[in-house]
């Protein structure tokens, strides 16, 4: 949503809150909207630093990321060769040196 419809939907739980005649529903509505108008400025500041996101993309939920972490491949641990983060080369693990004298 665009900021601008935060703002008409804050504006409307205003107007709700002018409607109301308890003080606590007017108060609940005043908080609604004021966290529209919060929300509001958060999708401009996010706008402003980053850009508008094209509609097409698609913004993955929290639980799809998390899914996507959890089923990345793990490397064997028993595996004797691994890839050297610096060089791109595998570096062989140190085998303990046995004594081979008869």
Known sequence: ????????????ARQRGAQAFDSSIKAGWERVAHEWLALADQVEL?????????????????????????QQVQPKKDDDK???????IF????????????
């Open 91 to 102: 570096a062989f693990r140190a085998q303990p040196v046995t004594d081979r004298r008869p």
């Open 46 to 70: 996010f706008h402003r630093r980053y850009g508008k996101l094209d509609s097409a993309e698609a913004i993955p939920h929290p639980s799809q990321i998390v899914q996507q972490q959890q």
């Open 82 to 88: 691994e890839p050297h983060p610096a060089f791109g």
């Open 1 to 12: 949503m665009a900021a601008d419809q935060y703002r008409r939907r804050a504006f409307e």
